[in-house]
C-alpha cells in the first residue's frame, strides 16, 4: 500500500502537470494550414440561431455530414485529399468534398481521430484517401455520432476561397464537431460549407 508521502507527492506533480494545450475553433483546420504555411480563415463562433438557410439545416444535427450533403443535392459527393499524416495514433486530413456530378465543392472537411478504435478493414478504407470518411463509417456499419460542440461564421482566405470557386470574400458557415463512437469520443472535425 502507498505511504501517505507517496499519494502527496503524486498528487503534487499531477496538479503541477503543464495543462493540455487549448484548441482554437477551427481546430483540426488550422493544424493543416499550419503544416502548410497558409495563414487560416479567420472565424467566430455563432449560435445556431444565426446561421441563414439552408446552412442551418446542412450543419445543425448530428448525423454523417456526407449523407446530409448527398440528400441536399440528390447527388453523391465524391472526395478530394488535400493532405493527410499521422502522428502517433493520431490520423489527420483535410479534404474537399464534391458533387460527382460535376466536381463543384460543396465541403472543407478537417479531420483528426483515433483510428485504433476501429476496424481493421475501417481504417485501411479511411487510409486510402478515396472515399469520404462519412460513407465508410456508415458502409462499415459503425455507430458514430458527429456532435455539433460550436457553429462558426468563417472569413474565407484566398487558399479557401480559390479551393469553393469564390470571386470575392463573403461569410461562410461551419461547424467543429467531436466524433464518437459507441458514446467515446475519438476525433475533432471541422466541416465549412461554400456558398450555397
Known amino acids: ?19 493540455r ?8 483546420l488550422d493544424l493543416t494550414y499550419q503544416r502548410a504555411g497558409v495563414a487560416p480563415p479567420r472565424a467566430k463562433a455563432i449560435s445556431p440561431d444565426s446561421i441563414p438557410t439552408p446552412y ?33 495514433r493520431w490520423y489527420y486530413r483535410r479534404v474537399v ?9 460543396v465541403e472543407m472537411g478537417a479531420i483528426h481521430m483515433n483510428l485504433e478504435t476501429l476496424s481493421r478493414s475501417v481504417r485501411a478504407q479511411i487510409l486510402r484517401h478515396q472515399v469520404p470518411i462519412g460513407r465508410v ?4 456499419s459503425v455507430r458514430y455520432l458527429s456532435r ?10 484566398s487558399e479557401m476561397m480559390a479551393l469553393f470557386w469564390m470571386r470575392a470574400p463573403r461569410t461562410l458557415y461551419g461547424r467543429q464537431t467531436e466524433l464518437s463512437v459507441d458514446g467515446r469520443a475519438i476525433g475533432d472535425i471541422v466541416e465549412i460549407l461554400p456558398l450555397i
Not at 468534398?97 to 465543392?105: C, F, I
Not at 463509417?137 to 462499415?140: A, K, R, V
Not at 455539433?148 to 461564421?153: E, G, I, Q, S, V
Open 1 to 19: 500500500m502507498p505511504s501517505t508521502l507517496h499519494l502527496i507527492a503524486r498528487r503534487d506533480s499531477e496538479r503541477h502537470r503543464p495543462a
Open 21 to 28: 494545450k487549448k484548441r482554437g475553433l477551427l481546430f483540426p
Open 56 to 88: 442551418r439545416e446542412l450543419l445543425d444535427h448530428t448525423h454523417s455530414m456526407t449523407a446530409t450533403l448527398e440528400r441536399h443535392f440528390g447527388v453523391r459527393v465524391a472526395l478530394r485529399s488535400m493532405c493527410a499524416w499521422s502522428r502517433g
Open 97 to 105: 468534398l464534391t458533387r460527382e456530378d460535376s466536381g463543384r465543392p
Open 137 to 140: 463509417l456508415d458502409d462499415g
Open 148 to 157: 455539433p460542440r460550436k457553429f462558426l461564421a468563417i472569413t474565407p482566405n
